[in-house]
C-alpha cells in the first residue's frame, strides 16, 4: 500500500544513514533497501560488530557502506566541527569528543554537514535521545516554531476496514501540545501527507466529543487549533472536533456532524495529546494490523526519523524510504 513512497524513493539519488548498525534488524534492513535501490545506504557499527557486518553484507551482495563509529577517517573531523557548534553551549573540546562517541551524534553531524542526506535511527536508542540530538545538531527548519511526529499507518493489501495509508499525528513527541502547537502540527502533518502520500490532505482533529457534543477545557483547545489552521491556511480541507469513529465512518458523521466541511474519510488525523496518540496508534498496529512507520518527524531542518525499539525490519525499510522522500532530491 506505500509503493508510491518507494518509487518516489528511487526517482531521487538520497543518501541515509544508519547509526545503529550493532542492531541485526538494521543490518537486514540496510540490505533490504539496498535491493530495492531506494537510498544509498551507510551502516554505522561498533568496532565488534563490524567484522560480522561485513560478512553479512558480502553473502548478501548488498552495496552498502559499513563505518565504524568513533574509529574512520572522518571522526576528527566531525569532533572539530561538534565543538564548534556546541561551545557557545558551553561544550567543551572534551565533553565534544565524548558525545561524538555517541553514534547518533556522530551520524546526525554527518548529515549537517551533508555527508548523508538523512537519518534513521531508534531501534536501540529512545525517541527522547533521537529527538534531542536531532534537535540539537541539525536544529528546526527556517520558519518552524514546533517539530512534531507522526506515524504513516499502512494496511496490508485486503484490510477489512483501511484501504490507503493514513496519518497518526502526534502520537510520538509532543506530550500535551497547546492549541497553537495542535495547529502546527495539524498544518505540517497535512503537508506531509502531500509529500509521502501525494494526496490532498483531509484533516480530522481528534478527541471525546463530535461537533461540540461536550463541554471541556481540552475540547476548547481543540476547537481553537482548528480556528488557527482555518486561519492560517483557509484552502486545506480540515473540521473537528470529531471521536474517532465520526471521522473515520462518513455514514456516522453525517449524523454526527452533518455540516462538517470533509469530503471524504480523512487521511490525517490530529490527536489531542500524546498519551491518546501513542494508544491509538498502537491499537491500530497491534489490534487492527497496521503497520506502523515511524515516528517520522516533521520541522527539522534535514530529516532524521525515530523508529519504535520493537520495530520489524520492513519498517526500517519504510522509515528509509520516507526519510529519502523527506529529503527531496530530484532526480
Not at 38 to 46: F, K, R
Not at 103 to 132: K, W
Amino acid at each position: 500500500m506505500i509503493d508510491a513512497i518507494f518509487d518516489t524513493a528511487r526517482s531521487r539519488p538520497c543518501h541515509v544513514i544508519l547509526p545503529e548498525g550493532d542492531d541485526p534488524r538494521v543490518v537486514e534492513a540496510a540490505i533490504e533497501a539496498s535491493r530495492l535501490s531506494i537510498a544509498q545506504v551507510t551502516v554505522m557499527a561498533s568496532e565488534i560488530a563490524a567484522v560480522g557486518i561485513a560478512d553479512r553484507l558480502a553473502v548478501a551482495g548488498a552495496k552498502v557502506e559499513l563505518v565504524i563509529a568513533g574509529a574512520n577517517e572522518l571522526f576528527g573531523e566531525l569532533v572539530s566541527e561538534y565543538s564548534a557548534l556546541r561551545g557557545k553551549r558551553g561544550v567543551s573540546v572534551q565533553n565534544a569528543l565524548e558525545q561524538m562517541r555517541d553514534p547518533l551524534t556522530e551520524g546526525a553531524m554527518r548529515v549537517r554537514l551533508g555527508l548523508a542526506d538523512g537519518m534513521v535511527a531508534g531501534s536501540i536508542a529512545t525517541t527522547a535521545h533521537t529527538v534531542r540530538t536531532a534537535l540539537q545538531v541539525l536544529g528546526k527548519a527556517e520558519g518552524v516554531s514546533t517539530v512534531s511526529s507522526f506515524f504513516l499507518m499502512a494496511p496490508p493489501a485486503g484490510h477489512h476496514s483501511v484501504d490507503a495509508p493514513m496519518i497518526f499525528a502526534d502520537c510520538g513527541l509532543l506530550i500535551e501540545p497547546n492549541a497553537s502547537q495542535l495547529a502546527d502540527i495539524a498544518i505540517a502533518s497535512a503537508r506531509s501527507c502531500q509529500l509521502l502520500l501525494g494526496e490532498a490532505p483531509r484533516v480530522a482533529m481528534l478527541s471525546f466529543s463530535t461537533a461540540g457534543s461536550a463541554v471541556h477545557s481540552s475540547l476548547d483547545k481543540m476547537r481553537s487549533a482548528l480556528a488557527m489552521v482555518r486561519e492560517r491556511e483557509p484552502g486545506l480541507e480540515i473540521d473537528g472536533e470529531f471521536q474517532f469513529d465520526s471521522a473515520f465512518d462518513e455514514a456516522i458523521r453525517q449524523r454526527k456532524a452533518p455540516g462538517s466541511r470533509l469530503s471524504g474519510r480523512p487521511n490525517v488525523y490530529i490527536f489531542p495529546d500524546l498519551a491518546s496518540g501513542n494508544i491509538g496508534y498502537k491499537i491500530a498496529q497491534r489490534i487492527g494490523g497496521l503497520s506502523a512507520i515511524g515516528p517520522i518527524l516533521q520541522g527539522l531542518a534535514r530529516p532524521a526519523n525515530d523508529l519504535s525499539r520493537g520495530c520489524a525490519v520492513d519498517e526500517i525499510v519504510a522509515a528509509i524510504a520516507v526519510t529519502a522522500v523527506q529529503a527531496g532530491k530530484p532526480a
